[in-house]
């Protein structure tokens, strides 16, 4: 299986293949296409299209070979936990059931800079592809160092990283960076339209401009339609809403419905969710509290409580940010005042 041919990543990918660097960092926002970009640029660099050809041609040997995910002169570093959702699951691995690590192991690290050593087997370059480098633990950072300060000829090395920063300095200082901007918004939008995604507009705003992402949240069964009604299913602490979500996803979606609401108490415009689709009124102090506590819960990325109980009493929040209404009818007067604006 290929990865995904993402056309706002074409001019980044020509411009890449200018750079001389043995060693690129691939940083941007999470869902503009890193890995995709990484296994593109790696294809690229081990096509054997003749001069003048515009690489990767997607027809010689090594193209296909890449995308049958056997060629011998590149070699992917992935968490466990990635394998199967960008299709490097060997049937082998699938039959076990404990949770996939989110880790790169140092001893596939150690085997990957061994396999750096070796000679080529066609003849253009080696490509070790690290997706994402942040998922090395320290002592695999440290082991891959030198490699990255002295790799042997014609070895290229491709990170990718959403927040560089999380590196270790000594990594990031190695590395050429190459950032890639979110896509324009028109390239992203027809994207989403060629995949069948209905409202696209809603999505890419709800997925933050990254188009990866929106087609995730309509994977996961969130569509346009979903994710409008949200905030007024929210509001009335309709927990069976989110009752399937995975928890990150709910507290993502909850710190994007808290900052828009934010964006509205103080006048501005929202940015993930349609204006008409928020209920004015929260007070700003309770917003800011709640965005406090948000952002606390999320920093946790295992939660050993139940995660179904914290959903609910999540939701629970929500409806508590707007004053009591007095009557059956409060929600519903709200909501026409927005929709009069
Ligand atoms: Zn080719």
New binding site residues.
């Given amino acids: 299986m290929s990865a995904p041919s993402l056309p706002w990543l074409d001019a980044p990918l020509q411009r890449a293949l200018q750079q001389r660097a043995h060693a690129l960092l691939i940083h941007g926002p999470a869902g503009v296409g890193q890995y995709e970009f990484g296994f593109a640029l790696a ?1 690229a660099l081990l ?3 003749g001069e003048g050809t515009q ?6 040997t ?2 296909h070979l890449m995308d049958t995910h056997g060629h011998p002169d590149f070699k992917l570093l992935l968490p466990e936990a990635l394998r199967e959702p960008l299709g490097w699951q060997d049937e082998e691995a699938r039959k076990k059931d404990a949770k996939p690590s989110k880790w790169i192991r140092i001893e596939d690290v150690r085997q990957a800079i061994d396999w750096t050593h070796q000679s080529l087997s066609r003849g253009m370059a080696k490509v070790l592809l690290i997706h994402p480098a942040t998922a090395m633990q320290e002592a695999s950072a440290n082991a891959l160092l030198k490699t990255l300060e002295e790799p042997a000829p014609q070895v290229r090395l491709l990170l990718t990283a959403t927040d560089p920063e999380l590196l270790l300095p000594t990594i990031r200082s190695r590395c050429q960076r190459l950032a890639l901007p979110l896509p324009p918004r028109e390239a992203a939008l027809e994207w989403l339209r060629e995949r069948g995604l209905a409202q696209p507009a809603v999505l890419l705003d709800a997925a933050g401009g990254r188009p990866l992402e929106a087609q995730a949240l309509a994977g996961e069964g969130i569509d346009a339609a979903a994710w409008t009604a949200l905030p007024q299913r929210l509001r009335q602490g309709d927990a069976t809403a989110v009752a399937q979500w995975p928890l990150p996803r709910l507290l993502e979606t909850l710190l994007k419905l808290c900052h828009d609401l934010m964006a509205v108490a103080a006048g501005g415009a929202p940015r993930y969710f349609p204006a008409d689709s928020l209920l004015p009124g929260a007070a700003l102090p309770a917003l800011a509290q709640w965005s406090r506590e948000l952002t606390q819960l999320s920093r946790h990325d295992e939660h050993p409580w139940n995660a179904s109980l914290l959903a609910e009493s999540l939701v629970a929040q929500v409806a508590a940010l707007w004053p009591a209404a007095k009557s059956g009818t409060g929600a519903g007067r709200a909501r026409v005042t927005t929709l009069g604006r």
């Fill in positions: 294809r096509c054997e299209a690489r990767p041609c997607g027809r010689c090594a193209c």
